[in-house]
């Protein structure tokens, strides 16, 4: 067995990495540790998770937390690279902050300022040379849910020059991935009933990450504008991503089905069948679809995920499993909950 | 006082016609008429406008409806070119339907099939132009909620040539849009927690009325990549609009304030505040913003609006009020209903 | 021309309060205040009301607050008391506050905590003698929420001797009631998609002012078991009100009837229709209907209203009418905002 | 392997043992089945299936639903007993609809009407003597969604003679409870942001339902009154249900404890800590907590249940576990889906 930490147990992300580490066959789930929250029953913040409900959380250190084989850091940014600096080069450590997400210091400095903590493994296994990167690491770095679901929309379509490097993406996302953050704009009466676009004009932090991943995988520089939009739901974000084609755009089926094909938790739906967050609730899962607008002449790509699923706490027990050497799909789930 | 009447009086644009006009100081409400639900009480189906719940509701015809000073149709395309044909020329017709919105007879075969009704002044008056094509009109075509939106979203931008015209909009919008259809994924249990686009690609009909607004104002064709996302809310639509700038959009800003000062029913808001649905609630107003963004070279408007409101019953009072020669805010809320 | 001045301008019944009150045509809105938000523009926090977007928000001292005719407290109990007795005996003030709405001091007491501040006509017009008490008074306790529904679904059964004192009453309602505090369990995130009850045997505070109301009709202690329970909705209470019946109940449709029926914001329900929130939204209506349920021998009454309108502000703008002499309908919507 | 077949695979219920069989390591799935969807492929009725998606769904005839070791029927009353008259004796037949739960023809006749089919070993194992009854038996009744939570929250108090024989239970629950039946109430833009009750005064089916489990419980009549309301949520009812206290109540904790501390899918939640139904959602459990009104002198059980899941779906599952002599807990998640 392996024995996992889980350093911020008691947020939405937290949360969901225990969820789904209760399903997983091959782990033992040891310390669990929070900031402000430390000393008190998991229960209170989980009611989800009875079977770990008189867990008592214990303070976030590299103390506590040494000693397991996986730490999952479910931690604000910065607090995590200061963590990890502290964990043994042994011990798997996979980030599920921003802390080592970008490989670009100046863009580090700029987006989240401070020194920058370095780059890690990034942990996309869906990209282009992305599942090698992450076999036998020690050190990942989860991906934003934003980036995880435009990059896996436009990367085929990039790589294959397909489109031009001028995307466009609009993502409406559901309350949860902002955290357990008291703000005002987050309370119930505020966000139900209401759409909002926040981060407009390429002001929010997962940009720079949605670029240096499509940068890479085109071999040239794409320029992003993304807007996320926050909607009444708590989970889920649906990502409508264009660019523009650079020919009739005819083979983008094909092109999509080659790349996904053999994907575990990427479905590209049948013809005429849409993307819904709600049939990936809970899973591991991207579902995604593709148009060819031909008035527009650009490409259009749908895709839903759960943004503390796939797009957080199940892509990084996804790489866990890489980086072990377990079967990639161990203890994933691919079937949402729905209604 | 002005006689009026609302045929499709048990549907949702139909009630928020008959919310709107209870308010309006300068009518009185006459015939009630609707399809299948003819002969039974408005209150059944409008439980939240007691004022009328013992009107019976008639038949949808030339007959009952003819007599009145206003006629507001609210019926699906194609019965009410066919209703409206029968009523004298006398008549303030307001068509809440498609069926005379596009110029173009090929582009209404494409789209919407069949035979074309024609074409009416448009009912968009915050449009170059459209303020005038009001004034004493008989017949008015509603626009659609969405090229409301958008339309006004991107028309200052683009008749100060300050973006090419390839313009892409994702509109995350309630389910009323949908209407009373009873189909499955319009249910509550299918829409709440979910996200889900449509029409991808081109394919809704709201795209070619987009498309020939934003031409119109531009002098040129402008391409229109649209899509529209269902969000589990009742009302509202946040639409998310860019467009590639010509130069470095320094005076965005400006171009806005001055199309919009002028405008009772548009709000750019303070720089740093993003539009929220809620706050149009029920009102019939747009709130939008502008933003700039340098490294993807795009301007950026959001905009609100409520759908039913500003979107369509809103929208077709303050034509009414054009076309009569009252003035224009008579009896339209600019106040929202929030939280 | 009345002037009035809203204390706690930035909260949800401000907000109410203001969007009410510029419906109404014999007021004129002076000064607003805030507590720790003071300085800053009402516009960051009612973006739905843009006619006061701009009015900047001062401290809620008596100093700001005298000199208007009518002075709305919407401030946490304790606080509005503490202002209110600094305020001329001239000045109309309508407390919606929890401070002046119980009679008993050790009620107060074991409730509330500290010092009683004293009783006040309530204002609850439509209960028996109701209306006469609030005629010329300077000083109006608005009613809690839950006892506003409440009490108007079970006083005319009471009254009549229709159903025995011992009432159970569930009432679900939307998170806005709870205001706009920064608690966990009021994002959005954890109400969306979740029930959960609180104040469950009978630790709501609302449990001795519905008790207080309906034995004041009954003329005998009447005891009430009260569950609130929290619902993903921003505003609507609907309260499932039963009580034993003493004989057959067959007088129980009559007994609403007259109670009501010249009540222009009680609407009983034509048989067969059943009250929804939604129909209530924004108005200042109770929708309720009456049932008689022969195999449990109890009546059961469920009633709708907006938390936020008559269950607040509106109430309280319908006892200024009546303290004022101004007809009590003045300004108070009885439509509906739906879908 | 256990070799099972679902009839009505493409609504709520089947879609739910589906998701749940998924996660059974003993069974294997056969033949699905449904009415007027027969032909179509199971992924456009159940996206979040992926693994079933190409599955083609027959039709529901006892040819094809025989030679299952299992059958799930989750079909319209009447369709399910018409169906299980012609499957053999050795299959264990699981009828999630009503035909087999009420004991008593005349309670059949009056609350559903036609011929009583019968009636089966009820499936609610946590009763008294209910998991005896499902042991070895080739029929089982699937409780539906109120009685199971409402008669698990009771039992307790009126078994140890803690409460009197009159119970008033409130239950809210989320939409999916209807079915996909295409009726406006359910229509999205109609429930969300509204509370509506139906079936008020003992005038839904469950109540005789709930009447018959408690009188078993207690020996002698117990009444019920029952009213269950409508909330804009998918999934989830939390009950309100109480009853008049005999004694000073002082050991309901205890009774509960004592009750449920063995049952592997009831949780009382510590003290303090009160029942959300998301803290169910997907899982088998019923959460609960309990309180005495001094006041009222009453007793108060709060219960929360996921309506598919435990309330339908879940249940059954749990039965066939203990009528193939599975360990009970086989497959079944006690952790929800939150947030």
């Given at each position: 067995m392996v024995r996992i930490a889980v350093a911020g147990a008691s947020g939405y992300a937290g949360g969901e990495l225990l969820r789904l580490l209760l399903q997983h066959p091959e782990v033992e789930i040891g310390a669990l540790t929070a900031g402000g929250n430390a000393g008190r029953r998991l229960g209170e913040f989980q009611p989800h998770l009875p079977l770990?409900?008189?867990?008592?959380?214990?303070?976030?250190?590299?103390?506590?937390l040494g000693g397991h084989d996986v730490v999952f850091l479910a931690l604000p940014h910065g607090r995590s690279a200061?963590?990890?600096?502290?964990?043994g080069g042994s011990t798997l450590v996979i980030d599920c902050g921003a802390d080592h997400r970008l490989r670009d210091a100046d863009a580090w400095d700029r987006w989240y300022g401070g020194e920058h903590a370095g780059h890690w493994p990034?942990?996309?296994p869906e990209l282009p040379g992305g599942r090698e990167a992450l076999r036998s690491t020690t050190r990942v770095a989860v991906?934003?849910?934003?980036?995880?679901?435009?990059s896996l929309a436009l990367a085929p379509a990039l790589a294959a020059g397909l489109v031009g490097p001028e995307v466009v993406i609009t993502a409406v996302t559901g309350t949860s991935g902002a955290g357990k953050s008291l703000k005002p704009h987050l309370l119930g009466a505020e966000v139900m009933g209401s759409l909002s676009a926040y981060g407009v004009g390429g002001a929010h932090r997962h940009t720079p990450e949605i670029a240096q991943n499509l940068s890479g995988v085109s071999g040239r520089p794409v320029?992003?504008?993304f807007t996320p939009v926050l909607a009444p739901l708590p989970r889920g974000i649906l990502a409508t991503c264009t660019a523009p084609?650079?020919?009739?755009?005819?083979e983008a089926r094909e092109v999509y089905d080659k790349a996904y094909a053999a994907e575990p938790f990427v479905h590209?739906?049948?013809?005429g069948q849409w993307p819904?967050?709600?049939a990936t609730l809970g899973s591991n899962t991207v579902h995604l679809q593709v148009a060819v607008d031909v008035d527009a002449a650009r490409l259009v790509v749908v895709a839903a995920i759960d943004n503390l699923a796939k797009g957080t706490a199940g892509g990084a027990i996804q790489c866990m499993n890489i980086a072990l050497g377990l079967p990639e799909t161990t203890g994933l789930p691919t079937t949402g909950v729905a209604p």
């Open positions: 770990l409900a008189d867990r008592v959380l214990e303070e976030s250190t590299a103390e506590v200061e963590i990890a600096a502290q964990l990034y942990g996309l991906p934003g849910c934003f980036p995880t679901v435009s320029s992003v504008s084609l650079t020919g009739a755009g005819a590209l739906l049948p013809e819904t967050t709600k």
